[in-house]
């Protein structure tokens, strides 16, 4: 394992070990607004979000798991998420060094 690789992996561990903070704070998260809080914030919705439909639906809606607790489905949406974007990564990156 390189050095950088084990830097970013401390990293993203320390992240996700932060991810739970976020249940104490106040308000949404960064572009995680409500139409109505959009609203609140600049006066109006524009029509490309008021009109938009998901593209596809959330794994784990509100960060939230039946059964557990909000601290543990925290980190468990915050490990799964980092995991599929090193997995989306590796993906590229290996794809990358074949085409070479």
């Not at 739970?20 to 139409?35: D, V």
């Not at 914030?41 to 798991?65: C, H, Q, R, T, W």
């Amino acid at each position: 394992m390189s050095r950088n690789t084990k830097y970013l992996l401390i990293f993203t561990a320390v992240c996700i070990a932060l991810t739970p903070l976020g249940l104490i704070a106040e308000g949404p998260a960064w572009g995680e607004w409500s139409i109505e809080e959009l609203e609140g914030m600049l006066g109006f919705v524009p029509s490309s979000i008021a009109n938009a439909k998901p593209l596809v639906e959330a794994v784990i809606p509100d960060y939230a798991i039946s059964g557990m607790g909000e601290l543990a489905s925290t980190w468990i949406s915050a490990l799964l998420g980092a995991g599929m974007v090193y997995a989306i990564m590796f993906g590229i990156k290996k794809s990358a060094l074949r085409e070479r």
